[in-house]
């Protein structure tokens, strides 16, 4: 092997290698990427948190209620009400004994809650 042979090999080599190097994208370092996280943790909290404020009701009347609502709807008693769209919230119920006051309620979504509840 000549000189000039070694030479031209070392050199394709180290050419190889910038291109190499060129082709690799930097990284994005670790605290951006924690960073990154923690906004879109974050947002989707505040996102569900806004849903369950505008979309959020009580959770389903008891059977006994909803029996006795449909009694007084059928007997003329109580006007029927519309469903409307709520994510039941666990927890979250109407403490009255009144069935037509419950189911009323039962249609009801959390940030319409102001008007009989103190805020």
Avoid at 4 to 10: A, F, K, L, S, V
């Amino acid at each position: 092997m000549t000189d000039e042979t070694y030479n031209e090999e070392e050199l394709d080599h180290e050419d190889a290698e910038d291109e190499a190097e060129a082709a690799v994208e930097p990284r994005t370092p670790l605290w951006r990427s924690i960073l990154f996280g923690t906004f879109v943790t974050f947002a989707a909290l505040f996102f569900m948190a806004v849903m369950l404020y505008e979309f959020g009701g009580m959770s389903a009347p008891d059977p006994q209620l909803k029996a006795q609502y449909e009694q007084m709807v059928a007997a003329g008693y109580a006007e029927p009400i519309q469903a409307r769209f709520t994510i039941p919230i666990p927890g979250c119920k109407c403490h009255s004994s009144d069935p037509v006051l419950t189911m009323v309620h039962s249609t009801r979504r959390i940030s319409e809650c102001g008007s009989c509840h103190a805020r």
